[in-house]
């Protein structure tokens, strides 16, 4: 209804294309339910954002359209959470996906019955309005199916040096989702199974009533800068080489700007000023964390980093000229030949604010030589 209401108010005073009159007209039947499949009309006939956040927000919450819409999917697959990758002719690496009538065919063909795709979770759609599906296959076993489906269950570190930075937050939705699934099967207030609705955007507890979403941990992330050099730091679990921005969860009742400036003194025993935002992303490790990225800086002369070494290996100071080397050589295969100094994948978010800093130092010294 509220689509429709908010259409028609948007198109009030001006003349309606004939798509955007069969837009609504269909629309208006999907919200009075009294055409069935008129979400795959709907979504094929529709490419605008509004339209399709409108059509996957209607299947996170009808099961019935949830179930139409999967008949025509296509679908994400994973092996005890690693996805699956191919290689194109060109030998680029992409995210596997299977049109939902193939995917049964396989899943028939390495013993498993072709109903269980129904176990799928809802990811989201394509820019063309194809639903899309994440499914963890890893009862099946895993050489059968890759040799089925021509293609590798890959971890998902290491797929994030792999594939492109739009199918690593694909990858890593589809990962996060089904582990949150997988680890939220009961009521944590009364110990009773929880079950799922079509889509997998909540669980109910029948017992008690309980609804649990899909959560995620907010972590704020932080470049600090003295003004011409940045700080970064590795934990020892890293790979080796591997450098990144500081990080830490935030505490429970604290705001972003309180937990950077908590984290910062911890960790390296600095106190941060002007705090600027830079971004979010959701990251899915350990358990789905919610990445809040900032920039900040110090005072260039209390730049003396005292590491907490329960929480870090080393941090230091880099250049801008160490910085560039680094953005410009990412590592191919990072565990068996690491450089001696890295930073995390273009699709971290540490990748992007380190990039921001290197592109500002960048200007500041063009800006200075033509002073
Ligand atoms: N996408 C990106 O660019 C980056 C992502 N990260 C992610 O940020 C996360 C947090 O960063 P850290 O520096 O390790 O955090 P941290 O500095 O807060 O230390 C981690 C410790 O905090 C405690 N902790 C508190 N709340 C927790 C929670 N909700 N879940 C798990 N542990 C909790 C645990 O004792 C844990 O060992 C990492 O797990 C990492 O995956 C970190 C750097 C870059
Ligand atoms: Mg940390």
New binding site residues.
Partial sequence: MLFVTQSFESNCGRLLHPRQFIVGILAMLQSFKLFNNCNLVFSRSCSGYVSRTRYLMRLKEDDEACREALKFANVLLYHKLAPLLQKTRSGVCKVASFKTADLKQILEKVGKDKHFINESFLLGCTDKSEPQFSLEVGEVERSALEQECRGTFVDLRKAFFMITPSESALAAKGQALLRWHQTNGFCSATGQPTTRNQSGSFRVCQSSGITYYPKM?P?V?VLVSDGSRCLLAR?AMFPPGMY??L???CDMGESVEEALHR?VAE?VGLEVENLQYSGS?H?P???S?F?LACHATVNPNKTQVNIDKA?LEDARWFTLEEITTALQNPPRNPREQPPVFWV?PSY???NQLIREWANQQQLLRSTHRLK
């Fill in positions: 941990s972590v992330i934990q990144s921005a990080s830490g969860f984290e960790e992303q990251w490790f350990p358990q964390s990445m929480e995390p971290a978010i540490a």
